[in-house]
């Protein structure tokens, strides 16, 4: 199960590829991070971002990417992530970010990663669910430009 302190991490990785959507690790990144959110749920283990994207060897030398060589110690078990649902939507807006990067859609990868990178920050701020507002303020704008779908599960 993800930590709110891995939601944190996911954020980090939304605004990194919003801020250099055209980068070469994209979607190596998404690959790992979509590989974490399918196979999280049945492990307990701690900093499951950071691992899994530690093993990128070129990633070791993009500074955004340096917090993810060092692991959280923590002396408490954090909140943990449990419910189906945000799981789904997590997968799927990341599977959507990884469509746009393979395509190599800069102005949609800048504007799905702008409309996704606070959605963590929800999550694991507002009792490990999605709030409204964050349909209401993100994804809304998304849809009317990009996909009227966007997220529909």
Known sequence: MLSVYDLYDLHAVFVNIRQFPDDELNEAVLLNVIEVLTESRNTHQLNKFRLSLSNIPSLKEKELYKFVFYNNVYTFFPKTLNDA?????????CNCLLKAVMEKYREKVVDLADCLHNLPIYIAENNLSIPKKFWRREVKYYRKKWDKEFLFI
Do not use: P, R
């Open 85 to 93: 649902y945000v799981y789904k939507i997590l997968i799927e807006a």
